[in-house]
Nanobody, 114 residues
Framework: QVQLVESGGGLVQAGGSLRLSCAASGSIFSINAMGWYRQAPGKQRELVAT???????NYADSVKGRFTISRDNAKSTVYLQMNSLKPEDTAVYYCFARDGLVFWGQGTQVTVSS
């Protein structure tokens, strides 16, 4: 089992920045990828960014050039740096970890005002 604890959400004006953190604990040795999904009201959950255990990152087209995913293996933590935020980035952001199974964090609200 893997436990994930997220932090860093909040309210920000358009054009601003936020950094999300996701700390993993438990059976973390078998994790091969971590990342973030988001879900806006009335919409399906959307994959935002992933990073593999080897450090390879991928992004949704909607966030490329604005968001950066990174990881600190010593802290078993993944970060999502979000810059140039837009109102359409407003959503609950969920951290996930995958080792064959998928584990989820509790979600953190990000609200971008226009």
């Amino acid at each position: 089992q893997v436990q994930l604890v997220e932090s860093g959400g909040g309210l920000v004006q358009a054009g601003g920045s936020l950094r999300l953190s996701c700390a993993a604990s438990g059976s973390i040795f078998s994790i091969n990828a971590m990342g973030w999904y988001r879900q806006a009201p009335g919409k399906q959950r959307e994959l935002v960014a992933t990073i593999t255990s080897g450090g390879s990152a991928n992004y949704a087209d909607s966030v490329k050039g604005r968001f950066t995913i990174s990881r600190d293996n010593a802290k078993s933590t993944v970060y999502l740096q979000m810059n140039s935020l837009k109102p359409e980035d407003t959503a609950v952001y969920y951290c996930f970890a995958r080792d064959g199974l998928v584990f989820w964090g509790q979600g953190t609200q990000v609200t971008v005002s226009s």
